[in-house]
């Protein structure tokens, strides 16, 4: 079965982002403004709370993962909103949302961000269920400009683990307002077993 389309509220979504990825939470909100204010967010207005899909959960990804400045967040996030998967019909944002959304298709998948030479790149690695049930590992790199030597000046990696948390934040409709930190281990100190 399905999903139906997951919604946060930007604010949410931001702290799910940064907790994700590791990102302080205050670059994590200057980086939001900046999308909004760029327009790739929407602006909320008083109760009037807009809320994102995963599709839109995209570019506040990517510009908290590899944006070096926070003035430089909206040309990050533009850049890799349209991102062309090479060989097939579709771009990053669409595939995004479905392993945000559609956990029956993907299992262990991965995303990786990177800088490169010519331009900002993705791939997205993982199993896909096909239709008749066979699960197939894909490789899928998004590109708008070839580099073929694979050197990245930036890489941000999210792991399969950390697309499973991001994926069982975003889709619940129960925690708008928590926020989220890793916990610290608690060590003894003193004495010998």
């Keep these: 079965r399905e999903r139906e389309t997951a919604l946060q509220s930007v604010s949410q979504a931001t702290e799910i982002v940064s907790y994700v990825t590791g990102a302080q939470r205050g670059r994590a909100n200057q980086i939001a403004r900046a999308l909004i204010d760029a327009g790739i967010l929407p602006k909320s207005s008083g109760r009037a709370i807009k809320k994102i899909s995963a599709k839109e959960l995209l570019p506040l990804l990517a510009a908290v993962a590899m944006a070096e400045t926070v003035a430089d ?17 579709g771009t990053l944002s669409e595939t995004f949302a479905t392993i945000v959304e559609k956990r029956e298709v ?4 991965e995303i990786e961000f990177s800088k490169q030479r010519t331009g900002y790149a993705a791939t997205i690695r ?6 008749d049930g066979e ?16 050197f990245s000046k930036t890489s941000f990696t999210i792991s399969p683990e950390g697309i499973e ?24 100190t003193g004495g010998s077993e």
């Design 165 to 188: 948390v991001l994926r069982n934040l975003f889709v619940r409709d129960d925690i708008e307002g928590v926020h989220f930190s890793l916990s610290t281990p608690v060590t003894e």
């Design 73 to 89: 967040a909206p040309r990050v996030a533009r850049a890799f909103i349209d991102l062309p998967l090479q060989g097939e019909a």
């Design 106 to 109: 993907w299992k262990q998948a």
């Design 135 to 150: 699960e197939i590992e894909v490789i899928w790199p998004f590109w708008s400009n070839p580099s073929w030597g694979h």
């Design 126 to 131: 993982g199993f896909v269920r096909k239709k």
